[in-house]
């Protein structure tokens, strides 16, 4: 499977699937299934045209963002599209017209034979592209087009915006069911204070990235990937305030694991809301709490 950023053409015809693709929710599966569906009517490959910044964050800056690009490229993968064409996106970039994005990018750089995108699909310099637009030039160019529907939930239209608020809001149980994998976050463990350990209870402290959602604060059952083997875990989301009150981080106790965590990395992935965080009076209840949180999270992941 290719993987294509920058100055790149594609040697053959593509069905290509166009969006951010943040977060890869039900409704992008369904972009990416549609796409994978049309390139076999076609005989031809699949492939996804994306962008290495989202749109929103490059003109808005106000942006928090679910999926990293490696790991957003390495789930469309796993779908089974064949080629990932990820186009470098800035200040400049955002000026092209439409029909140029159209011409230049997808016919010229991808190759595309025919175009699937959802229904609220815009494109070109202040999104004056939209799918009637794209309609018609695919229509004079003999391209083909799919317009796929929103996917709903209790509802509501599936969105990487929808799920952003269900994570800010705690409710990762939900967001994690519409991303078919759950949030989760990934780093090397930093060197923290050490008070965890003097409790009796060793954490692992993780950075949210800078453009990373940050869930709500609070206490959530976690499941922790480390050296290759899974565990189930509790981490705190906020700024410790019964103990330092410093930064926003995620602090995790991995149940059952003993050893040093320092320096490796690991992946937390936010499987429950447990509880709001709250302080404590002193850390004799914060110990007595911590022990109910684990039993708490092992009722959720036994």
Not at 3 to 14: E, I, M
Not at 111 to 128: P, V
Not at 239 to 259: K, L, M, Q, S, Y
């Given at each position: ?42 005989g031809i490959k699949s ?186 875990g509790v981490a705190n ?66």
């Open positions: 499977m290719g993987f294509f950023t920058g100055d790149y053409k594609l040697d053959t015809a593509h069905a290509v699937a166009l969006g951010s693709f943040d977060g890869l929710h039900v409704g992008h599966r369904e972009l990416l299934s549609a796409c994978i569906e049309t390139a076999k009517k076609y492939a996804v045209c994306t962008f290495d910044k989202n749109p929103k964050k490059v003109l808005t800056g106000k942006i928090s963002l679910l999926t990293d690009n490696e790991e957003k490229v390495c789930r469309i993968k796993d779908a089974g599209i064949d080629d990932v064409c990820m186009e470098r996106f800035d200040a400049d970039y955002a000026k092209m017209p439409p029909d140029e994005f159209f011409y230049k990018i997808l016919i010229e750089k991808c190759r595309a034979k025919c175009l699937i995108c959802g229904e609220n699909y815009r494109f070109g310099a202040k999104g004056a592209g939209d799918t009637v637009l794209l309609g018609k030039l695919c229509e004079k160019e003999g391209l083909g087009l799919v317009v796929v529907p929103f996917v709903e939930d209790d509802g509501e239209i599936v969105s990487s915006s929808m799920i952003r608020k269900l994570i800010e809001d705690g409710d990762v149980a939900r967001a994690s069911k519409l991303m078919t994998v759950p949030f989760s976050l990934s780093g090397e463990v930093l060197h923290g204070k050490r008070l965890g350990r003097k409790l009796g209870y060793p954490t692992a402290n993780l950075n949210f990235g800078e453009d990373s959602v940050i869930p709500k604060y609070g206490v959530y059952a976690v499941r922790v990937t480390l050296d290759g083997k899974r565990y189930t989301v906020g700024v410790r305030p019964t103990v330092d009150g410093e930064g926003v981080n995620a602090e995790v106790h991995v149940i059952d694991f003993e050893g040093d965590l320092y320096s490796k990395t690991i992946r937390v992935e936010f499987i429950a809301f447990i509880r709001e965080e709250k302080k404590f009076s002193n850390v004799e209840e914060l110990k007595a709490q911590i022990e109910k949180d684990k039993t708490e999270c092992l009722k959720v992941i036994p």
